[in-house]
C-alpha cells in the first residue's frame, strides 16, 4: 500500500440556527475519528443560517468521505471544501505579553511592527495585541515570544475561510 | 400520558401496548419491514425513553423507516434534572437519521410532517421527537396546525439524476465486457422496492446474484440466479463467484465487514471492478474503493439499466448475455442443494441443519420468517429458502438479540393473514419473552421455534474455533447441569401451549403442530449443544477461506477446479441461446403488461 499523503482542508459549512447544531457536527467528527483543529461559527450572511468553519487534516478520500457524512445532516445546508490555493483562509489572535524589562518591551514592539499586529491594550507592565493572518503566522509570532519568555495568554479565533475571486461558496 | 389520552378512543390508531420499550421499538421495525410502510413508537419521558434506544441504534443501521417520539417533563424543568428527565436529544443524536425537541405546541405539526418526510425518503432511518409534557397539554394557536409545505433547505436526498443515466452506459460497457460477473443486492433493494426491476435486469444478464443478511428475499431463492448469502457465515458458492468475478455490481449494500472479509482480497482490489449503487453517496467508496459509483435510488437505476439494455437490444438484435458463466453458475447451483441430515449429533440431540431442512418442507411463500441474533440466524440466513421479498426480517448491522420476538409481533400485525415463525435461540428468546403477555392479551399468533443449545451459540461457537474451548460466560446450564427455563412450562405460564422435543425424526411433527395451532405455540427443540453454524470465514479471512466440516471441505474445490479460465475452456463451456428463448425472457414484462 502506498501511503496517501495528509494535509490540511477547511471545511465550510451553511447550517441552519438551530440548537444543538454544533453538536450534532462535532460529534459526527468524533464518531468517526476525524481530527478537528479549529472550528468557528457564526451568524452568515442569510437569514437563520449560520456559518461554520473547521480546519481539518486528512488524506483526501478521508476528507470526502467527512464532506459526505457531513451533508447527510439534515440541518446542513451546504458544505465546500476549500484549499489555501483557491481561498482566503485567515485567524485573528489576541495575546498578552509579559514585559520584564526595557530591551525585551523594545523588542516585542519591533516585533509586533514587522508582524503587523496592533496594540489594543498597554501598560508598564504588559503589551495585549491582536494579530490577523494565516495560522501559520501567528504560529512564528508566538514562537518568537516563547523563546523569548514573554508569553502570557493568547485567544485565538480559529480559520475564516472564503473563496477567492466573484465566486461563493453558497446558495447563490 | 396526555397524548394517550387522546388516543384512546381514536378509531383510526391501533395502539399495541408493549411490555417493555425496547420491545415496543423493535416491534415497530418489524412492522416497518413486513408493510413497508413506517414504524411508529412512543414511550414516556426517561427510562421509557432511553429504553428505546437499542431500537433507534438497530433500526438506524438497518435504514428502516420509524418516528419514535417519547414524553419529556415540562419545558421549564428542562436541564434541572427533574424526575423522569432524561436528555434524549443528545442520547439519540449518534443513532437517528434526525432527531427534534418540540418547546412550543405550534411546532407539533411541522415537526412530526418533517420527521415522517426525512424517516421515509431518501435512505430511510429512524427520525426521534421529544415532546415535553407542556407542549402535549397546550393549545395550538394556529388556524392550520400541520403545514401543506415541507420546507428542508439542507434535505434534498437524490433519488435520480442524469448523471445516472450516463453511468448506466459506462457500468452497461463494463458488464458486457465481463466474464465472471456478479451482482451483490443488499437492503436498498428492499427499501427501494426495486424487486420486479432487479428480476428483469437479473433474467436479461443471467447474471449470478448473491444476497446481504438484509438483502435476503428480494429475489427468491428458488430462482435459478441465486446463489444464496455471502460473507462471514454465506454459501461457499455464493462467496466463490464473489470472490472469482471480474465484475461486482453492488446494488443497495455497503460493503460491512462481515460481507467483504478480508479487504485486501475482495474484488476491486486488482483485476476486478466494482460498480456500486447506493442512494447514500457516503456509502461509497467507504469501505471498499469503487470503480462505478452510481447514486441512486436502486429501483429508479435497475428501471434506467432495463430501459438502455431493451433499447441496444431493439437497435443491434444481439442478446447481451455472458452464457457460459450463466451455464455453469446454474450446475453449481444445482450441485449444492441442501441435504436432508436424519443423523443426530455426537450427543444424541437434534443438529440444527435438519430443522431448516424441515421448515423449508413446511414453509409457504407467503409465511414470514423472523430470526433472533446469533447461530440461529445464520442457520436460517444460510439456509431457508425465502421467497417473497418482506417475508424475512432479522437485525443485521447492529446484530441485536431479543430483536426477532418483537420484531415478529410488528410483522403479524402487519400481515395477519401471514403465518409468521419466530427462529431463535435460548438466549436470546430469553431478552424479551416478557413480549409473550402481549401476544395473549391482544391474541397474536406466532408460531415460536425455540433452537435451545443451552449456549450462546455463537460466541460459545468462536470459543471453541479461537480460543481453545474456554466456555467463559456463554454456558446457561446450572452448576449441577439443569437447565432453566423450562420453556414449555413458560407457556403454559403465559397460557399457551408448548412442546419439547430430542430427537430429529420428531421435527416435522413439531412444526406441523405448531403451524396448525390456533393459538401462538412454542417448540423447544434440544439442539446438539455444540453445533456450530459452518461454513464460517475465520476473522479476517478471504471469501474464498471457509472453516467447514471435513465431508464438506471437498465441494467447493471441485469448482475452482472446474472454474473455466482461459479462452479456449470459456469456449468449450458455451450454450446458444435462441434469439426466441433470450427475446421472450426479456420481453416478457412488456407483452403482459
Redesign the interface.
Known sequence: MVMESVSEYVIVLLVEDHPGVTMKIAGMFARRGHNMKSFTGAQSEQKGLSKIVIKTEGTKEQVEQIQKQMNKLIEVVKVQVLQPDNSVIRELALIKLLIKDDLTHQKILSMIEIYHGKVLDANLKQVTLEIVGNSEKIDAFLDIMRNMNVLREVSRSGNVALLRGTESVFLH | MPFYDEIYEDPDIRSILMRHEQAAGHAAEGFAVASGKLGVVMTTSGPGATNIITALANAFYDSTPLLAFSGQVPTKLIGNDAFQEADL??ST??IT??NY?AKNVNDVGRIFKEAIH?ATTGRPGPVFIDLPKDVQLAECSLKSPIPSKIN????NPVSFSNAVKRQVKIALNIISEAQYPVIIAGGGVLLANAFQELKQFVDTLRIPVVYTLKGKGVLSDDHQNVLGLIGMHGRKRANFAVSEADVVIAIGCRFSDRITGDLQKFPGQQNSKIIHIDI???EI??NVPVDLPIVSDAKLALEEFNRQIQKKIKETQEFPMNSWWYKFIKELKESSGIPNVTTSGKTGKILPEKIMYELNEILEPDDIVVSEVGQNQMYCGHYLNIRKPRTWITSGGLGTMGFGFPASIGAKVAKPESEVWLVAGDGSFQMNLAELATLKQHNIKINIIILNNQYLGMVRQWQELFNEKRYAGTCLQCKNGEYWPDFVKLATAYGFKGLRINKPSEVSMALKTCRSSKESFIVEMMIEPESNALPMLPPGGALNTFISRKREKKSIYDWYRRLPRSESEIADYKVEISKEDAFSVYFEKEVTT
Open positions: 436529544i443528545g443524536m449518534a437519521k434526525h425537541l426525512i428542508l433547505v439542507g434535505y447514500d453517496a457516503a467508496g467507504k
